[in-house]
């Protein structure tokens, strides 16, 4: 997703989407990764802008949950951009012969449950490690 404004780009973030099983419940994901503005453009809401139409994008594809990491010091700017921070989930990238635990790198979780199979199953996602499955050494 490419955020621009009169020809100039501002603002840039990725949309990976798959299904997780999750405490026997299978669920399609999607989180953000790569989120990135220009810094010519840093403070003048461009970020903001991305990540709530990102939010937006994702919630209407029909997926169940959107769930993604980042710095500690940014899960209060994803939180107000929508997200719900989980600080005792714990998103696992990697493979499960060879996990990559997101707080291994000491990054936070955020999620958002936009579905009602989703939401059913929210409880199931609190203090929970949560496998996505992706290629060795890669995290969302």
């Not at 996990?99 to 579905?115: I, N, Q, V, Y």
Request: with cysteine; aromatic share 8%.
């Amino acid at each position: 997703m490419v955020l621009t404004d009169n020809d100039e780009v501002h603002a840039y973030l990725a949309i990976p989407t798959r299904t997780i099983s999750h405490a026997g419940a299978e669920l399609r994901a999607s989180g953000l990764g790569a989120v990135v503005s220009h810094p010519n453009s840093r403070g003048a809401g461009y970020g903001a802008k991305i990540v709530v139409a990102a939010r937006e994008l994702i919630e209407a594809s029909g997926v169940d949950i959107g769930i993604f990491t980042c710095d500690p010091p940014l899960v209060a700017f994803y939180a107000r951009c929508g997200w719900d921070p989980m600080p005792s989930t714990v998103v696992v990238g990697g493979t499960r012969e060879r996990p990559f635990r997101a707080d291994s790198l000491d990054k936070g979780t955020l999620m958002a449950f936009f579905t009602p199979h989703a939401q059913a199953h929210r409880a199931d996602f609190v203090a929970a490690d949560v496998y996505v499955d992706l290629r060795e050494g890669d995290l969302w």
